[in-house]
Structures are given as C-alpha cells and as structure tokens.
C-alpha cells in the first residue's frame, strides 16, 4: 500500500474511533488501494466492524 493511501486508511480509523469509542471492533481495508492496482477512479474499501449489533450512529 502506497503511504498516501495509507495516510488516509489511517485517518479514517481515527475518525471511526472518534465515533464508535470502544464499540469499534475492527477494521479492515482491502481492494485495489490496497493492492496497489488503483486507477485514479478507485475507491476506498474498507470493511468496519462494531461490537456492539444495536448502535446507533447519528
């Protein structure tokens, strides 16, 4: 992964712990920005897991 991309990952991150605090279980990044196959159409995927099933974000 490109740190560019990284950079962005991790500030995501951030603002997930920011919102979720302790109900945020795990996140995972994975598709072309990962893999480094990109073009410049390409988005972020991530997959975010809570540990908490009835939160609500608002």
Do not use: C
């Amino acid at each position: 992964m490109f740190s560019k991309e990284k950079e962005s990952i991790i500030r995501a991150t951030n603002r997930l712990k920011d919102v979720l605090g302790i109900n945020l279980g795990t996140v995972i990044a994975f598709g072309s920005r990962v893999r480094g196959d990109f073009s410049g159409e390409s988005d972020f995927d991530i997959l975010v897991v809570v540990n908490k099933r009835d939160i609500l974000l608002s």
